[in-house]
């Protein structure tokens, strides 16, 4: 405890010099062309048969209150959904590190939805609040922000029963560190990959964000099989999705609750990373959307906590995506047509992040 004390006091006022960081790699990276640690996991094949590289994304400086408002307005659509599974009075506030915080409940648990600024990848951690315990869902990628979350559950007053790290991206598992004194769990082949890439990409986020933002440390998750488990009286569904974002996904349902949590399966209200394959990205996604009506509260690996009708929106982006990658032969025609068809989405940086990795030659 005396290492997460020592941190947590370390956040205080790391907002500014982040945001520096981030613009200054951001120009870097787009110029640069260093002799990185390319992480297999983030090399993925696209259908073209070029590249994207999780790893390297270019963070950029959006305002925050973009992505408030979109949060807002993501939330109203939501309480629009209620049906006999919610009892949802959701909440949005906003932490000192400029995490967004979503609380609703649902049949008698409160789901806490940790959502870091857009300019930070706008990762979202969840904590599911059951009578006696916190069980916490990803753990933030930036180090003030894995620590705020941390601080935010122990305010929270109960025991820390379990970590779920849903995939092997570093921006899921970094912030790891801060729950160290915890159980953390991952599927088998999610633990084989952190093993294997974990110390590799501390070195290359370090380098492109600081080490003052990016963790020395990280766990190696005990693995957990695909499975019903029970924690605190409830029932956890785990499923092992291949092939959509990620390689290998966790995804989570609460079916006494009508939660569940989908990883970088689903992106909310924000643009999609293209770390994998559209196909079948999609086909995952339209797995998920099969059992959309017993679950109206969808926890997403990136943005707000959004409806069912956030897989549409997700499947419509992806089909956009491959058609662009089809018929333009520039990263700029690219980046616009995704922008013209969901003006409503925030984070254009997830855009420009692929851009270098799927039109090379621009
Ligand atoms: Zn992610």
Same mark, same amino acid.
């Given at each position: ?112 939805? @940790?959502?870091?600024?857009? $300019? ?8 599911? %609040?059951?009578?006696?315990? /916190? =069980? *916490? ?92 488990? @029970?924690?605190?009286?409830? $029932? ?8 959509? %974002?990620?390689?290998?996904? /966790? =995804? *989570? ?110």
């Amino acid at each position: 405890m005396q290492k997460i004390e020592k941190k947590r006091i370390r956040t205080t006022g790391y907002g500014l010099d982040l945001l520096s960081a981030l613009a200054s790699c951001s120009s870097t990276i787009l110029v640069r062309e260093k002799s990185i640690m390319f992480t297999q996991s983030f090399l993925t094949p696209q259908p073209t048969g070029k590249f994207t590289n999780f790893a390297r994304w270019p963070g950029r400086r959006i305002a925050h209150c973009t992505l408030v408002l979109l949060s807002t307005l993501v939330l109203s659509a939501c309480s629009d959904n209620d049906d006999d599974l919610l009892n949802s009075s959701q909440t949005v506030s906003t932490r000192a590190s400029g995490m967004l915080v979503t609380t609703q409940e649902a049949n008698g648990i409160t789901f806490h939805t @940790l959502t870091a600024p857009e $300019t930070q990848f706008a990762n979202s951690t969840h904590l599911i %609040e059951t009578e006696n315990s /916190l =069980v *916490v869902f990803d753990t933030q990628f930036l180090l003030p922000n894995a620590q705020d979350m941390r601080a935010y559950a122990d305010e929270l007053g109960k025991t820390i029963d379990r970590v779920f790290i849903t995939h092997e991206h570093p921006d899921h598992f970094l912030g790891s560190e801060v729950f160290s004194d915890r159980p953390i769990y991952s599927l088998q082949s999610v633990s084989e990959l952190i093993s294997a890439n974990g110390d590799a990409e501390v070195v290359e986020k370090q380098g492109d964000f600081g080490a003052e933002n990016i963790a020395s440390t990280y766990v190696v998750p005990q693995v957990v099989s695909p499975g019903t488990i @029970l924690i605190d009286g409830i $029932t956890f569904e785990l499923e092992q999705v291949m092939d959509a %974002e990620a390689a290998v996904q /966790l =995804v *989570v349902r609460l079916p006494e609750h009508g939660v569940i949590i989908t990883g970088d399966i689903v992106y909310s209200g924000v643009h999609l990373i293209l770390a994998g394959q559209p196909a079948s990205w999609t086909t995952a996604l339209e797995n998920l959307a099969a059992s959309a009506s017993q679950y109206p509260i969808v926890l997403a690996g990136h943005g707000a906590p959004a409806d069912p009708g956030v897989y549409d929106v997700n499947i419509a982006w992806l089909t956009k995506a491959a058609e662009l990658l089809a018929t333009v032969d520039n990263g700029q025609d690219f980046k616009q047509g995704l922008v013209d068809a969901f003006p409503d989405l925030t984070m254009t940086a997830a855009i420009d992040f692929v851009l270098p990795l799927l039109f090379p030659a621009n």
